[in-house]
């Protein structure tokens, strides 16, 4: 019991030593947030203060450079004086703050003491002049008229909200790069047949929320909203439907079984019976056929379906692609009877004569049944050959 003790404290202070070779490699590599965290992490569960020591000593080391490091930057970039590192310098600082932050829960350390400083008037001033940058920069690129600029502006104003929200007219701001940002397409169904489209597949097809499309700055509308200007026009237009006529066809199956029929007595030249070794009458199984015609009949009608989808682009009137749909649905129905004797039809077969002859359906719904499998196409489409920005 003893040994197996001393072999678990051995384990232990090996992996500790381990962790700490490798946390000295990531000081030495300028990794010092990812050593702060893992000494803070060691230090929550080690009680042992003699082997604290070298989490404490490390923990020490990469805070100073840490901050060392950030505060060298911050001031170069205050005395440069160039607005455009504003976000730079906000993170610098909220990073030096939060960093402080992280490791006050665990002071005091035994041999060690940590100098902080109060960065809240730096953030506070940084974070009022970058607010004010955000808002100027981001009413600018919503007055540049451009959905890649408006797009932009939304990020910069997301950024605001979260670093300081609620922020003069930022809400507004958002609801209007969000617009301005926004590709609007408007769907719509063409049917150039002679025959009509079921309500409930146009639905379908029409119903975006079916294709679960996954683009943030993308919106479909399958009904047009008044004085919205739109983007881009998606027309699906059925170009041909042709159903073919009512089938039943017709084929017989032969079927033979040979059967065990009794037997019959084996007979010598003389046309006695024979016997065995043992005295018995020597027998053979007679065998008869059965015979059976299974009468197969197969009901058919189909279905194929041709259609067009077009992008157009409203802004220059210009059709900006094509993609041609077909696609079709066949139904099948088979069924059967038989003459003779059921006894030599393949037990395969049988379960066609449970079968009765059924109503064919309807040209409708023919037609929503091929559009099922339209619909998939057609979602192919949208999802990967559609490109509107």
Known sequence: MKNVGLLLVTALLLG???????????????NYDQVIIQMLDNLRVNKSAERKEPYIALLKDAFVKAVDRDERRLDFLEKEGNPNTLRERYA???GLSLRQDRIRP???????????????????????DLSKQLIESSTQLLENGTKADARLAYDDLAYLEEINPGYANT??????ARYKGTT????????????AIPARLENDLLNIDTYKLNRPWVQYHNREIENLAYDYDLILSFRGIQISPEL?????????????????YVLDKNGNVKKDSLGNDIKVDKFKTLRADIHEFTQSKNTQITAQVDLIDLNTSQLEATFPLNDGFIFNHIYATYTGDKEAIDPKMLTLLGNRPVPFPTNEQMVYDSGESLKLLFKDILVNEIRVQ
Request: aromatic fraction near 6%; hydrophobic fraction near 40%; include cysteine.
């Open 248 to 264: 039943v066809t017709e084929r017989i199956l032969k079927q033979e079984k040979k059967v065990k029929d009794g037997f019959d």
């Open 171 to 176: 809400a507004a701001l958002l609801e209007d």
């Open 106 to 128: 665990i002071l005091p350390l035994p041999g060690t003491k940590f100098s902080f400083t109060d960065y809240s008037d730096a953030i506070i001033s940084i974070k009022n």
């Open 184 to 195: 609007f397409v408007r769907l719509a169904l063409v049917n150039e047949t002679e025959m």
């Open 92 to 94: 610098l600082v909220t």
């Open 16 to 30: 500790a030593c381990g962790g700490v070779r490798k946390s000295e490699k990531d000081l030495a590599r300028g």
